[in-house]
């Protein structure tokens, strides 16, 4: 049984090597190379998330207590190698919260096309009962997507999120793309706590358009960004806490008139056919 491979050359870029060489003085790439194995694997997996200071649990941790001196690093110091790369931690936080709602479906589950008794006495007519089905089909619709796509939602929060930062705080000399890579590091961090709540909603029996989870996403949305905002201007121009939440605030607003606006958008269009 092969338990490694002695290379002459190198295995990834093909550069000549001594076999005294513990790795590739051209690509960095290991000279003794193993056999896939179980432990392999698992040693693999530990040392690529815990390892050094690229790690994705140092990314996060440093992210979940201090956002804005990460960023200010980031982006003013340009400390590149010192995190793990925030557009791949995005991705990866991204398709964990796939995995959540696909799992749990944790908005659509709980959506009940019923209309209460009052609604029920209102709806006597059977005009009336056909377009309150029709509108309450389409608003199952519009929680549907947002559940089945709940990365895009994510996606499409950053730019309107970055440039309402930008607009507010453009005189201090971040241009729009650093407000980008900022809002990127921010709402990873807001998108996996909000994941990592399904399940423990789920046990608690906690429905995610109840107020407990509206707090814990509002609060989220707006105090993280708001923190990360003044960690960093304290190192750069320096901001009061109450600027902060009042920025994160309005930022919050425009993305949720935004995403309204889409909403009714999409309703009306719906009444518009059911009255064709």
């Given at each position: 049984m092969v338990q490694s491979v002695a290379t002459k050359?190198?295995?990834?870029?093909?550069?000549?090597?001594?076999?005294?060489?513990a790795h590739c003085p051209r690509c960095a790439q290991s000279t003794h190379l193993h056999r896939f194995t179980l432990g392999h694997l698992a040693h693999d997996v530990f040392h690529a998330v815990t390892h050094a200071d690229k790690s994705i649990l140092k990314l996060a941790r440093d992210l979940a207590i201090r956002p804005g001196v990460v960023a200010y690093e980031y982006i003013i110091q340009g400390k590149r190698k010192k995190y793990f790369n925030p557009f791949t931690f995005l991705l990866l936080v991204l398709g964990f919260t796939l995995l959540m709602y696909s799992t749990f479906h944790p908005?659509?589950?709980?959506?009940?096309?019923?209309?209460?008794?009052?609604?029920?006495?209102?709806?006597?007519?059977p005009e009336?009962?056909?377009?309150?089905e029709a509108a309450m089909?389409?608003?199952k619709e519009v929680l549907a997507f947002s559940e089945r796509q709940a990365k895009l939602v994510t996606v499409t929060a950053i730019p309107i999120l970055a440039f309402v930062f930008w607009l507010c705080f453009r005189k201090r000399g971040l241009n729009y793309a650093e407000?980008?890579?900022f809002n990127v590091l921010l709402m990873s961090i807001i998108s996996l706590l909000g994941s990592l709540a399904i399940p423990?909603?789920?046990v608690l029996n906690i429905s995610m358009l109840s107020t407990p989870s509206m707090i814990l996403l509002?609060?989220?949305?707006?105090?993280?960004?708001?923190?990360?905002?003044?960690?960093?201007?304290r190192f750069y121009k320096p901001i009061s806490?109450?600027?902060?939440?009042?920025?994160?605030?309005l930022a919050v607003f425009v993305y949720n008139l935004t995403t309204m606006l889409a909403t009714i958008g999409y309703m009306a269009w719906g009444a518009v056919q059911l009255l064709k």
């Open positions: 050359t190198c295995s990834n870029c093909g550069t000549p090597v001594e076999s005294s060489f908005i659509t589950k709980t959506l009940s096309m019923k209309p209460s008794q009052e609604q029920s006495r209102m709806l006597d007519m009336k009962r056909q377009a309150y089909q389409r608003n407000h980008l890579v423990i909603f789920e509002y609060g989220s949305m707006i105090g993280y960004p708001a923190l990360g905002y003044y960690q960093f201007f806490i109450a600027g902060a939440v009042g920025v994160s605030l």
